[in-house]
């Protein structure tokens, strides 16, 4: 079945920038969507088909999309950003969703 | 406000039963494909199940195929997960998500908070 690699983790500073990555072999060719879930929260889209953003979403989030790697980038990172963040696709394959690991971002 | 609300969960001893249920509110429930999605404690997220809008497709991840059920009722606006066989690892917070589209693929835009299943003996 289809894998999807994430970091385990990602440390930024307030107001500078996160980039998460999310690898799979030719992911480049699938749509790509990434959950933020905060801790005792469930989780909630922050950007589909790899660089949509639903209402409510700020543009400092934003996806992306190519080769190997897809990566979800936040922009001037603020303390309510920590979460743990997972990609997501479809493997036309198995007929299943499959999630990445997660990342966890801490906002130091 | 769209709105999912699951009830059901609770302890169950290994080998046994459970059913979930979800109630969705504040849309057209029987447009969406709906999904369950589970997080074991301190985990991951795992995809379960998939329903499309008018169960012409239902997948399952490996895992659960054989054991599990998931069914929906499109006049009542219920999503259900019926767990037999259950095992240890099966213990997880199981959430009801449903999916922008009326089937998959599609991303996840309205997720429940969740029922906990406890397989223990």
């Known amino acids: 079945s289809y894998v999807l690699t994430q970091p385990p983790s990602v440390s930024v500073a307030p107001g500078t920038t996160a980039r998460i990555t999310c690898g799979g072999n030719n992911i480049g060719s699938k749509s790509v969507h990434w959950y933020q879930q905060r801790p005792g929260q469930a989780p909630v889209l922050v950007v589909f088909?790899?660089?949509d953003r639903p209402s409510g979403i700020p543009e400092r989030i934003s996806g992306s999309n190519s080769g190997s790697t897809a990566s979800l980038t936040i922009s001037r990172v603020e303390v309510g950003d920590e979460a743990d963040y997972y990609c997501?696709?479809?493997?036309?394959?198995?007929?299943?969703?499959?999630f990445g690991p997660g990342t966890k971002v801490t906002v130091l | 406000e769209e709105q999912l609300v699951e009830s059901g969960g609770g302890q169950v001893k290994p080998g046994g039963s459970l059913t979930v249920s979800c109630a969705a509110s504040?849309?057209?429930?029987?447009?969406?494909?709906m999904n369950w999605v589970r997080q074991a404690p301190g985990k991951g997220l795992e995809w379960v199940a998939s329903?499309?809008?008018?169960?012409?497709?239902?997948y399952y991840v490996d895992s659960v195929k054989g054991r599990f059920t998931i069914s929906r009722d499109n006049a009542k606006d219920s999503l259900s997960l019926h767990m037999q066989s259950l095992r240890v690892e099966d213990t997880a917070l199981y959430y009801c998500?449903?999916?922008?589209?009326?089937?998959?693929?599609?991303?996840?835009?309205?997720w429940g908070q969740g029922a906990m299943v406890t397989v223990s003996s």
């Open positions: 998500v449903r999916d922008k589209y009326a089937s998959p693929p599609g991303p996840s835009d309205l």
């Open positions: 997501q696709v479809w493997d036309s394959n198995s007929d299943c969703y499959v």
């Open positions: 504040g849309f057209s429930f029987r447009g969406y494909n």
């Open positions: 088909d790899d660089s």
């Open positions: 329903i499309s809008s008018f169960n012409n497709y239902i």
